[in-house]
């Protein structure tokens, strides 16, 4: 079995359009949940949400290619630019085939598919873009940064909703584990604040619909109602340690675990025992040979809903018994919002960066306790605190479950 770390990192998101702005923004426990600019609002009853804010599409395309190209795989893209940067090679001096790219999205070119389908309707079948089918697919993503960098290995897309970014990771670290990959680049991306699909969720009830920025995504207080819809990209570049030892690589973190399950219960609501979420981080620990009581954090899915902060917990007791009184859990949407299909990986670089700095980031905006989540949640602004082992959980519409194990770095 090979060792797997991860070597670069690079993020779009509401909070920074940097690795290091974005972590900056974490631990300063700043927020980027704001009014929605993208569109008109004023039939809607949503808002907010926590928009992507000074990207500039065009240090990474020029404008033929922007015009071909969906806004969450201008996300993706951006990524992953700033992640091979970051990890300091292309990978030239390894078979093409051995370099994989596993990034996902939960819906995909969303933007896309509103604008042609507003032209279909109003200008009919011969207006729509030769462009649409490419640009709306979720698989464009991964197979747009593999052209990129002529990467031929192992290259798909999952879709699992919300639990997107962590299955492609999973799924990536397994490959360099069990020697199919010598290099992967993963993650996710996610552009779905559009008028169409912020009221779809809307009306299934999912969204909070408050005005207060600062009282919007507050997981695990018990005046939440709902999460906020966020965007960006995450991909993180992950390679077999030898490889990374001999070109002399930094080393932000060890993934040492996953875990996946399916709850087989309901459309969007979680499992109320818990037990899909709990054996999926079961998965993870045991995976990465430890005993629960090793867990020093957990990066909690916490999307600010009734229903899953208060699941989630139940499953964070079942998975780690009386351990779940003392770990560390913190949920980042409540400074992000939810990146839904990018979710997973935006957490992910949390995590590694938190093993790395020893800090582990705080729940925002935390005011009201509720009695049915009744853990440590970190409310009382970042700890510093050096930590060994981290999970980060996410839980996708469906009954999705992933759970990542990750290791502080030691040689």
Do not use: W
Not at 134 to 159: C, D, L, Q
Not at 193 to 219: H, W, Y
């Amino acid at each position: 079995m090979k060792r797997v770390v991860i070597t670069g990192m690079g993020a779009i998101s509401p909070i920074g359009t940097t690795v290091d702005s974005f972590f900056d923004s974490i631990k300063s426990g700043k927020h980027g949940i704001a009014p929605i600019t993208s569109y008109d609002t004023s039939n809607s009853e949503v808002k907010l949400a926590a928009e992507v804010k000074d990207f500039d599409p065009l240090q990474y395309f020029d404008k033929k290619e922007l015009r071909r190209t969906d806004r969450f795989n201008q996300f993706a893209i951006a990524a992953a630019t700033q992640a091979v940067e970051d990890c300091g090679t292309k990978f030239e001096d390894l078979d093409p085939f051995r370099i994989g790219v596993i990034v996902g999205s939960g819906i995909g070119g969303f933007q896309t598919i509103e604008q042609e389908y507003n032209k279909f309707l109003e200008k009919g079948g011969n207006r729509v873009s030769v462009f649409f089918v490419p640009m709306m697919i979720t698989n464009m993503a991964a197979g747009s940064i593999a052209m990129k960098y002529g990467f031929k290995g192992v290259n798909y897309a999952p879709v699992t909703a919300c639990a997107t970014s962590s299955h492609a990771i999973g799924e990536a670290f397994r490959a360099i584990k069990h020697g199919y990959a010598d290099a992967v680049v993963t993650g996710g991306s996610e552009a779905a604040i559009t008028e169409f699909s912020i009221a779809g969720f809307n009306n299934m009830k999912a969204l909070c619909q408050s005005e207060d920025v600062n009282r919007a995504s507050i997981p695990f207080d018990k005046e939440r109602n709902g999460f906020v819809m966020g965007e960006g990209g995450a991909i993180l570049v992950l390679e077999e340690l030898e490889h990374a030892k001999a070109r002399g690589a930094k080393i932000y973190a060890e993934i040492v675990g996953y875990g996946a399950t399916g709850d087989a219960y309901h459309m969007t609501s979680p499992d109320p025992e818990g037990r899909g979420a709990a054996k999926a981080m079961e998965l993870a620990y045991t995976e990465a040979g430890i005993t629960a009581d090793k867990v020093d954090y957990i990066n909690a899915h916490g999307t600010s809903t009734g229903l899953n902060d208060k699941y989630e917990t139940i499953a964070i007791k079942s998975a780690f018994g009386d351990h779940a009184n003392t770990l560390a859990i913190s949920s980042t949407k409540s400074m992000t919002g939810h990146l839904l299909g990018a979710a997973g990986a935006i957490e992910a670089i949390v995590c590694a960066k938190s093993l790395q700095e020893g800090i582990i980031p705080a729940t925002i905006g935390y005011q009201v306790a509720d009695e049915e989540c009744d853990l440590d949640y970190v409310t009382e602004g970042l700890r510093k605190q050096d930590i060994q082992y981290a999970i980060s959980n996410s839980l996708g519409f469906g009954g999705h479950n992933a759970s990542l194990c990750f290791k502080k770095y030691q040689d």
